[in-house]
């Protein structure tokens, strides 16, 4: 089955500092990777996605994310965090060999807060 | 560019009410999505359109849910009657029709809208 975990409900960082938010999957097939980003009362954003190609990749408002196959793992890291990056993050997933083809999975999200 | 459009952005409604949702998805995107997202967890699919045509559906509760879209453009998501558990924000997204290499393809998200039934 296919399944997202986020395993941290809450990350705290001071402004300045790296970040990481973690994120791992479970899916039957090739994962098609995602982060989006979900500020109070507003819908979800796009900020990166894994398809192919380098497991590091780069993506909205200096996030990046770095895929590794062998610990089924795609956590979101940026080296120096802004309060403005406050925000509930969201990882999903993407079964490419499922019978559920083109759903797309959810974790249950992290809450992140930078502190001054 | 302009995003996808909700409406109502909040509705209070008591159980056993009727209660509709619409969404209007970004120009041009063939694939239009409705979720549910309870407080705590993450969005969950109900239903997925390409254009006029449902693709997935079967983690919508048939009995109380439905949802159309009729020209493949905009769509109306339906609850009749509405239980406690409903409560949650419906979200809608669209996206490029994810067919070969577009399953890469993002969704766009709308502002949801955020039932609360009594």
């Known amino acids: 089955a296919q399944s997202v975990a986020q395993p941290e409900d809450q990350v705290n960082v001071a402004e300045g500092n790296p970040l990481t938010v973690k994120c791992t999957y479970s899916?039957?097939?090739?994962?098609?990777l995602f982060w989006y980003v979900q500020y109070p009362n507003r819908g979800l954003q796009f900020l990166l996605k894994?398809?192919?190609?380098?497991?590091l990749v780069k993506g909205s408002y200096g996030f990046e994310a770095e895929f590794n196959k062998s610990q089924t793992s795609f956590h979101l890291k940026k080296p120096s965090a802004l309060v403005s990056d406050s925000a509930l993050y969201f990882c999903?997933?993407?079964?490419?060999?499922?019978?559920?083809?083109?759903?797309?999975?959810f974790g249950r999200g992290t809450q992140l807060t930078v502190w001054p | 560019e302009a995003g996808v459009a909700q409406s109502p952005r909040y509705k209070i409604i008591e159980k056993r009410q009727s209660v509709a949702f619409w969404c209007n998805p970004i120009?041009?995107?063939?694939?239009l999505y409705w979720y549910q997202q309870i407080l705590g967890q993450g969005p969950k699919l109900l239903i997925q359109?390409?254009?006029?045509?449902?693709?997935?559906d079967s983690q919508l509760p048939k009995d109380r849910f439905s949802a159309e879209r009729l020209k493949g453009v905009d769509s109306t998501l339906k609850i009749q009657p509405a239980k406690l558990e409903d409560s949650a924000v419906y979200l809608c997204?669209?996206?490029?029709?994810?067919?070969?290499?577009?399953?890469?393809?993002?969704?766009?998200f709308g502002p949801g809208t955020r039932l609360t039934v009594l």
């Open positions: 359109f390409q254009n006029n045509g449902v693709v997935d």
């Open positions: 120009s041009g995107h063939a694939t």
């Open positions: 894994y398809i192919t190609g380098d497991n």
């Open positions: 999903a997933v993407r079964d490419m060999g499922g019978s559920t083809l083109g759903r797309l999975y």
């Open positions: 899916v039957s097939g090739n994962p098609y």
């Open positions: 997204a669209s996206s490029l029709a994810p067919r070969g290499s577009g399953f890469g393809n993002e969704q766009f």
